[in-house]
């Protein structure tokens, strides 16, 4: 299964679909609103925490789900 994950891809072909940059953007503006509801404040530089550890601990969990999509993919 690792290598079919690691082969190379075909290229994209164009579809009717909305663009992913959009999803994401406003993905983001979502994320953006919950961030600031539960904090009660925006995301701001020097604001007491290290992002550098966050944002590690953001790309743990993220290489957890995205392993996860792998191997239920794999069944």
């Given at each position: 299964m690792m290598d079919s994950i690691l082969s190379s891809q075909p290229a994209p072909r164009a579809n009717d679909r909305k663009p992913i940059w959009e999803l994401v953007i406003e993905d983001?503006?979502?994320r953006d609103l919950a961030g600031r509801a539960k904090?009660?404040?925006p995301l701001q530089a020097f604001n007491g925490r290290d992002a550098l550890v966050d944002a590690y601990h953001e790309a743990l969990?993220?290489?957890v789900y995205l392993r996860q999509a792998i191997e239920e993919r794999s069944r």
């Open positions: 983001m503006r979502h904090y009660k404040t969990d993220l290489c």
